[in-house]
């Protein structure tokens, strides 16, 4: 049971620094910067989740000490990852900054044509009011 349960945290750390390489080759390689955040965030977010999840594994089966540190960690990669990710790719977006060429969908585009179409409005309505 001991070694088992070394192999299996061994893999999760294992597991974790891979899909923390991986996430570091999908900065450099991919194309742009909405590309670039996915890689930066969902990946790398599950890559540090794994190794930190191993280390407290580890120091509550073998060292006999629940880390409370290791779990705020866990908990504070676990929130922040995601939405930074998303933060940043919705001001790279409001900001103007491109999409790759070959890219096929813009969910964001019809959403902030509406935005602004009622922005719009709501400036004439104050405008009428005034004058």
Same mark, same amino acid.
């Given at each position: ?7 299996? #945290? ?15 080759? %999908?900065? #450099? ?43 705020? %960690? ?58």
């Amino acid at each position: 049971m001991s070694q088992i349960g070394e192999f299996l #945290i061994a893999l999760m750390v294992l597991l974790g620094a891979l899909l923390g390489a991986l996430s570091a080759f %999908g900065l #450099i390689r991919l194309p742009d910067v909405y590309m670039r955040s996915h890689a930066a965030t969902k990946s790398a977010t599950l890559g540090v989740l794994l190794i930190l999840a191993g280390a407290f594994l580890y120091f509550t089966f073998y060292l006999e000490h629940v880390s409370a540190k290791l779990l705020l %960690g866990i908990v504070f990669v676990f929130i922040t990852g995601p939405v930074a990710g998303h933060l940043n790719g919705r001001a790279a977006y409001r900001s103007g900054v491109s999409m790759w060429e070959n890219s096929v969908h813009d969910d964001l585009k019809p959403e902030l044509k509406r935005e602004r179409e009622r922005m719009r409005a709501s400036r004439k309505g104050e405008h009428s009011e005034k004058g």
